[in-house]
C-alpha cells in the first residue's frame, strides 16, 4: 500500500543493537559506556525538528554541552509538525531495503521507553487496522497482509473489532505491532527538556558555526567540535547529499472522542488513507506523496483524502475540518536515512533523510548517534546508512 509507514517484517531478533539499555532517553545518563573525557566539549545541532531534538536531548542528558540552531522561531518547521506519529516498521521497506527494516524494528523496540521519559506525549499501542473496501482494494492488500503475516479478517469480523467501519469495507486485518504517537506533544517535552539550549536561527553555511565562535552564550559558546546536522530536506543544501522534499498534506478533523479506537490503514476504491484517533477526539487524515516542495494545499489532495476517509469511516462526515498542512518529507534516493560521518576528519555528522518514518526512528537515531559522536565509535547497525553510499 502506499502509505507513510508500512507493515511489519521479518528481520530476526538481533535487531536491536546490543547495547545496555539507556535509563532515560531524555534526563537520564549512561556515563558507564560514554567516556566524556574523551568526547567533543561543544557540539551544535542544526536542526530543532525531532530528529536534531531528540539527538541533543540524549546528548545533553549524557552530560554533553549543546546547542541547538532551528529557524523557525515557534519551532513548528519541520515534517514532524505535519506527521501522524504512526509507529509502524517492516512493510514495503522490507521489499526496498532489507537494513532498513533492521532499523526500523529497533526503533519500534525503543518507542517504550523512550515515551515513558517523556511523559504524556499521546504514545498508544492499541495497533493499527488494515482495511480493503473493494475487491480490487482486497487484492492489493492481501498481497501486503501475506508479506506481514497478518490474518485476513472478513468485514464483520472487522466491525466487530471498530464499529464505527462502514459496512461496505469487504476485509480487513489486524495489525497488533503498529502504534501511534503525538509527534506535536514529543517535540513540546523536548523542546522543553532542552530550554536554554535551542537557538532561534537560520544557518544557510555551516561554515557560520566557526566564523562567530559557535553557538553564542554561556557554557556553549565557542567553536564546536562537532556539528550535527539535522535540517530534515534541507540537510541537502547544507551538505551536498541527495535529499529532496517529498510533499505530503494532512487532515485534521476533531469531533467528540471515542468514534474509533484503532489506527486505521486503509484503501477505498484506489485511494490510500491512513486515520490516527486521538484521546482528545481529533483524527488525523494522511496523507498525500507528492514529489514536489511547494507548501499549498490542493483541492484535489483534500478532496482524496477525506473521500477515502468517509469511504471508510462515515461517521467521520460530522467532525470539523479543523486543519490542512503540508510537509515534506526528507527522501533520500534509496528512502533510507543518512547516518554518519560527512567526511573523514570526522567533524560533521548527517542525521537525516528519514523520510516516512522519521517519527518511528527518532529514539534510535537518537541512541546511534550520540554513542557515535561520544564514543568514536560506530554501532554496526550504521554500516548501512552512511553518507558514503551516495558518493
Ligand atoms: C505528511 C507526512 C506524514 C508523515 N507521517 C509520519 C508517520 O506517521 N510516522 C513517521 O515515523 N514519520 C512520518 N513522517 C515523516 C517524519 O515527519 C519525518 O521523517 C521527520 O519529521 C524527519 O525529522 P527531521 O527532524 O529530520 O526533519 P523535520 O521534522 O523536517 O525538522 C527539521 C527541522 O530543521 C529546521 N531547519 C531546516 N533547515 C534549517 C537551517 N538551515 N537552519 C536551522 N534550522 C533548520 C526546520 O525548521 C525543522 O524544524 C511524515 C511526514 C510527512 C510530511
Known amino acids: 500500500m502506499n502509505r507513510d509507514l508500512a507493515a511489519s517484517s521479518a528481520a530476526g531478533p538481533d535487531a ?125 492488500a492481501a498481497r501486503e497482509w501475506k508479506h506481514q503475516k497478518l490474518t485476513p479478517l472478513t468485514g464483520s469480523q472487522v466491525r466487530d473489532l471498530e464499529a464505527a467501519i462502514s459496512p461496505r469495507v469487504r476485509a480487513g486485518a489486524f495489525a497488533a505491532a503498529e502504534h501511534q504517537v503525538d509527534p506535536r506533544k514529543v517535540v513540546a517535552v523536548l523542546r522543553d527538556r532542552l530550554a536554554g539550549r535551542i537557538i532561534t536561527r537560520e544557518i544557510t553555511d555551516l561554515s557560520e558555526l566557526d566564523a562567530d565562535g559557535g553557538s553564542g552564550t554561556g557554557a556553549s559558546a565557542g567553536r564546536p567540535d562537532v556539528i550535527i546536522v539535522a535540517a530534515g530536506h534541507r540537510t541537502g543544501a547544507l551538505t551536498g547529499l541527495p535529499i529532496r522534499p517529498v510533499k505530503g498534506q494532512v487532515l485534521r478533523l476533531r469531533g467528540e472522542p471515542g468514534l474509533l479506537e484503532h489506527v486505521i490503514d486503509g484503501a477505498a476504491d484506489g485511494r490510500h488513507v491512513y486515520l490516527v484517533p486521538r484521546a482528545d477526539g481529533e483524527v488525523v487524515v494522511g496523507a498525500t506523496q507528492e514529489e514536489r516542495a511547494d507548501r499549498m494545499p490542493t483541492a484535489a489532495g483534500v478532496h482524496d483524502l477525506l473521500r477515502a476517509a468517509l469511504d471508510l469511516v462515515p461517521g467521520l462526515a460530522e467532525h470539523e475540518l479543523a486543519e490542512v498542512t503540508v510537509g515534506h518529507r526528507p527522501g533520500t534516493p534509496d528512502n533510507a536515512p543518512i547516518l554518519g560521518y560527512l567526511d573523514d576528519d570526522r567533524r560533521v555528522v548527517v542525521a537525516a533523510g528519514h523520510f516516512r518514518n522519521g517519527i518511528l526512528l527518532a529514539p534510535i537515531t537518537a541512541r546511534l548517534i550520540a554513542d557515535l559522536v561520544l564514543t568514536g565509535s560506530a554501532d554496526p547497525i550504521l554500516d548501512a546508512f552512511g553518507p558514503g553510499r551516495f558518493r
Request: glycine share 16%; no cysteine.
Open 16 to 140: 536491536v543493537p546490543d547495547r545496555a539499555p539507556t535509563p532515560d532517553p531524555v534526563a537520564g545518563t549512561d556515563g558507564a559506556s560514554t567516556p566524556l573525557s574523551a568526547a567533543p566539549r561543544r557540539i551544535a545541532v542544526v536542526g530543532g525538528g525531532i530528529i536534531g531534538l531528540a539527538i541533543a536531548a540524549e546528548l545533553s542528558g549524557r552530560g554533553a554541552d549543546v546547542v541547538v540552531y532551528e529557524s523557525a522561531p515557534d519551532g513548528t518547521g519541520g515534517a514532524w509538525h505535519v506527521a501522524a506519529g504512526m509507529l509502524a516498521p517492516g512493510g514495503e521497506s522490507a521489499f526496498e531495503y532489507p537494513h532498513l527494516t533492521r532499523l526500523l524494528e529497533a526503533g519500534q523496540e525503543l518507542w517504550p521507553s523512550f515515551a515513558a521519559g517523556l511523559g504524556d506525549v499521546g504514545y498508544d499501542r492499541t495497533g493499527t487496522l488494515s482495511l480493503a473496501l473493494t475487491a480490487d482494494d482486497v487484492a492489493e
